[in-house]
């Protein structure tokens, strides 16, 4: 108990200087880590300190996670737009790479086919394209890039790939116009590939064709093929024609309805081959070859119109 009216000495007043605080602080401390690193003594303190701490951190972190993630989101953002650019104008080039190859492989094939039939015609022809259909819309023509120039005649047939689709009815120097089967004023003669049964197949003006003066009973059956006969001479015999679609049949009419669907055709192929004839036709007889009857009636016919000559 402090003494009244005696004061402490100096020392105890002011306490220990500051230098020796800071050695004895420092020894202190040196002394606490080593033993931490001993003993390991302050990890369960550590550790409830980081676990208390924890929501600070997050907390402190959260706006400058929230800015980098801001950015890298619309960074990414328009490299995803770049790159869904060059991948649709990749997509768009495979595209138009891929329909190229196809039209290719069509055009490939389609050679083939003409190829094919060419060799088993066995008669001279000439390969031409398919420029553009006539405008006519009552008659079904096209018109081809081979004229007299090229040896195009009229009346000459014309096949594709697949079978026969008309036939030149004009021909100009560069160009030739073709009536196709389906015309309605265009007329063939064939025959049953299965019966053997001949006929005449003419057009229809609708895309079809149709057998006519053919008996209700004749042996024509659906799905039957039918090829050119040859009986014309212009036509090679053995072409595919037609299919047969529709047979209508009553008995109480002599001829039955017979309907048919071409086999080749102007929207299946642009490459076509204008045949020639397998053989010359025979020329149309002179009137002085004519037959002695009808010479002598001819010759009776001009000395009865001749006036009697006068004695």
């Known amino acids: 108990m402090p003494v009244p009216g005696h004061q402490p000495p100096p020392f105890f007043k002011r306490g220990l200087p500051l230098s020796a605080k800071l050695t004895i602080y420092l020894a202190l401390s040196l002394a606490l880590l080593v033993a931490d690193l001993r003993l390991r003594y302050l990890d369960t303190l550590r550790q409830g300190v980081a676990i208390l701490t924890y929501p600070l951190q997050i907390a402190a972190a959260t706006p400058a996670e929230f800015v980098r993630n801001t950015g890298n989101y619309f960074s990414g953002l328009v490299g995803l737009q770049r790159e869904n650019e060059r ?6 080039v495979a595209a138009q790479e891929l329909l190229r190859l196809e039209q290719l492989k069509a055009e490939n094939s389609q050679l083939r ?7 088993r ?14 405008r006519d819309p009552f008659s079904h023509r096209v018109i081809l890039d081979k004229g ?6 009229p009346g000459l047939a014309v096949v594709d790939a697949e079978g026969v689709i008309g036939q030149v009815t004009r021909v100009f120097p560069l160009h030739s116009e073709v009536t196709l089967l389906s015309d309605k004023e265009q007329a063939i003669p064939v025959v049953v590939a299965r019966s053997g049964l001949r006929a005449v197949m003419f057009g229809t003006g609708t895309g079809l064709m149709e057998l006519r003066f053919l008996a209700a009973n004749a042996d024509v059956q659906l ?7 040859g009986l014309d001479g212009v036509f090679v015999p053995g072409l595919p024609v037609a299919t047969v679609v529709r047979a209508d049949r009553d008995s109480g009419e002599s001829f039955g309805r017979i309907i048919c669907k071409p086999i080749g055709g102007v929207a299946k192929s642009g490459s076509v081959l204008v045949l020639g004839r397998a053989e010359p036709l025979p020329e149309r007889p002179a009137a002085e070859n004519a037959s002695p009857e009808r010479s002598a009636a001819g010759r009776i016919g001009r000395k009865q119109s001749e006036p009697e000559s006068q004695p």
């Open 87 to 92: 991948l649709s104008a990749n997509q768009l």
């Open 113 to 119: 086919g003409l190829l094919d039939m060419r060799a």
């Open 121 to 134: 015609v066995k008669v001279n022809s000439i390969a031409a394209e398919i420029l553009f259909t006539a």
């Open 148 to 153: 007299t120039s090229q040896g195009v005649g």
């Open 223 to 229: 799905g039957d093929q039918i090829l050119t006969s």
